[in-house]
């Protein structure tokens, strides 16, 4: 009988832990940055194309760009309804960013709400990273020898 693993090598660890930080910082890089820049909106494109020139929209996007490689790295090798919750611990990240980065006040039903989503976390936790359907053991057709 054939078993999905429940265990993840070390390395894919490192990946989801990659997937929680580039995204948490890139997005508070990036929300910092445009609120040096200032409001922007589809009138004036001209003040998107400004925003790069701003360091911490320039990082918050390289950043992006390392969680997408790093997201595209685990998608290959776990389903997304895996990798999603597992990589919940995010809001908690992006919750600390925003309080003590970007100064941002987070009320009570907002952390209670983080808090919601972040449980998610141990019910993946004890799932296999993929369902794989032709590993499940099927009966054997009783006219053909084994």
């Known amino acids: 009988m054939i078993?999905?693993?429940h265990r993840l090598a070390p390395s894919q660890y490192a990946i989801l832990l990659a997937v929680v930080l580039t995204a948490s910082f890139g997005d508070a890089l990036l929300s910092r940055?445009?609120?040096?820049?200032?409001?922007?909106?589809?009138?004036?494109?001209?003040?998107?194309?400004?925003?790069?020139?701003?360091?911490?929209?320039v990082v918050g996007i390289f950043l992006l760009i390392g969680f997408f490689a790093c997201y595209m790295t685990a998608l290959s090798w776990a389903d997304l309804t895996f990798v999603m919750p597992a990589t919940a611990f995010g809001n908690v990240v992006i919750a600390l960013l925003s309080?003590?980065?970007?100064?941002?006040?987070?009320?009570?039903?907002?952390w209670f709400g983080i808090l919601l989503l972040t449980s998610a976390v141990g019910f993946v936790?004890?799932?296999?990273?993929?369902?794989?359907?032709?590993?499940?053991?099927?009966?054997p057709d009783p006219g053909v020898a084994v």
């Open 3 to 5: 078993h999905p693993t």
């Open 33 to 57: 940055g445009m609120a040096q820049v200032g409001p922007a909106d589809v009138h004036h494109l001209g003040l998107l194309i400004h925003a790069l020139a701003n360091p911490n929209i």
């Open 99 to 110: 309080r003590f980065l970007l100064h941002e006040h987070l009320s009570l039903s907002r």
């Open 125 to 139: 936790a004890n799932t296999p990273a993929r369902t794989d359907l032709s590993a499940t053991p099927t009966t």
